[in-house]
């Protein structure tokens, strides 16, 4: 899978590599700011208020 | 040895199970990142949150003792008097506004926390700090002020609740007044019990409420650390009010709190 992308990509090596992390900077930025806080509405592993369930 | 040989002819199983295993690895990592999301980047996020709401509330310094210090260059802050009587106590306001903040030597001289309206989870907790239960007294009223605060994660303000002894000073500032109430108990309890926030903690809701005569404090933080299994409840009683034109709490200054605000550095 990730050896495929290598693969396609164009370029000399240094440039393959710099362009995948970017890619991976990027995919971890959308994680942080988007994907987790998402996420961790499902995960509640730090609620801490007292509320009334029926 | 054969496997790995076939592996590089590229046989249709070896290279399903390379992909099964690159997404493994991927998933594991997404998972990694996920708790360093939630247990670091959530804090250096809510901190900063914290530090631009504290910033913005630009409310009065508490008065300086130059006045009745020998030398001008003695500008500590003025020791407020202990007030007992019927203290001042603000409406609700509406919800996310930060009416409050909160000191708590115990926790370090430089802690200092955004009081919010509301319990909401993304909107006031996760973001502004303390959320205040809404429908509780407001601080200083009788009744009971009720509080919740992240025990981990999200700037973690109720972070050492657990570590909080009796007698210990808890200052709530409004704009304009002191609250300083000190711990009483402790107890760990179910989610479910909302008692512990009642006018009179214990009282089951539905039950009558009958006169109020103390003025009470809750704090709610999760518990065990990492989990939201049960809850960790704090109470205390208020101990006395003061104007903040009049000075700074004896609790914060012997402490050595910086109180901030305007024209101050913090």
Redesign the interface.
């Known amino acids: ?2 050896g495929g992308l290598w693969r396609i990509l164009p370029g000399p090596a240094w440039f393959r590599a710099l362009f995948l992390l970017v890619l991976a900077l990027a995919l ?1 930025w959308v ?2 700011e988007w994907a ?1 806080p998402w ?3 499902y ?11 029926p | 040895m054969r496997h790995v040989r076939a592996g590089r002819r590229g046989g249709a199983v070896s290279s399903f199970i ?2 099964v295993g ?2 493994l690895i991927t998933a594991g990592v ?1 998972l990694g ?2 708790v360093v ?2 247990l670091w ?1 959530t804090d250096v996020q809510a901190d900063r949150v914290h530090t631009q709401v504290l910033a913005e509330l630009d409310w009065p310094q508490p008065p300086a003792a130059t006045e009745n210090a020998e030398d001008a260059d003695d500008d500590g802050p003025a020791i407020a008097g202990e007030h007992r009587g019927e203290p001042p106590v603000m409406d609700e306001p509406a919800d996310e506004t930060v009416f409050a903040e909160l000191y708590v030597p115990r926790w370090g001289a430089d802690y200092v926390t955004p009081v919010a309206q509301g ?1 909401d ?2 909107r006031v ?1 996760d973001r502004l700090g303390v ?1 205040h ?1 809404p429908g509780t007294a407001m601080p200083g009223d009788l009744g009971n002020f009720a509080t ?7 700037g973690s303000p ?1 972070q050492q609740v657990a570590e909080l002894r009796e007698g210990d000073p808890l200052v709530f500032r409004t704009e304009t007044t002191w609250y300083v109430y000190r711990k009483t108990t402790d107890e760990i ?1 179910w ?4 008692e ?2 009642s006018p009179v903690p214990g009282l089951m ?1 539905g039950e009558p409420i009958p006169d109020l005569t103390d003025r009470l404090l809750t704090l ?3 518990h065990p650390m ?3 299994a049960q ?1 960790f409840i704090v109470y205390g009683e208020l101990d006395y009010w003061a104007p903040v034109e009049e000075g700074t709490p004896i609790e914060l200054i012997e402490a050595g709190v910086k109180v901030r605000g305007a024209g101050g550095q913090a």
Not at chain 2, 148 to 154: K, P, S
């Open positions: 899978m990730y971890v994680c942080f987790f996420l961790s509405e995960v509640p592993i730090n609620d801490n208020t007292v509320e009334a369930h | 390379g992909v690159e997404l997404f990142l996920f999301w939630q980047w319990i989870k993304a907790l959320g239960y919740a605060g992240h025990r981990t994660t999200y109720y309890v989610p479910h019990q909302v512990v926030i809701p709610t933080a999760c990492y989990s939201a809850r």
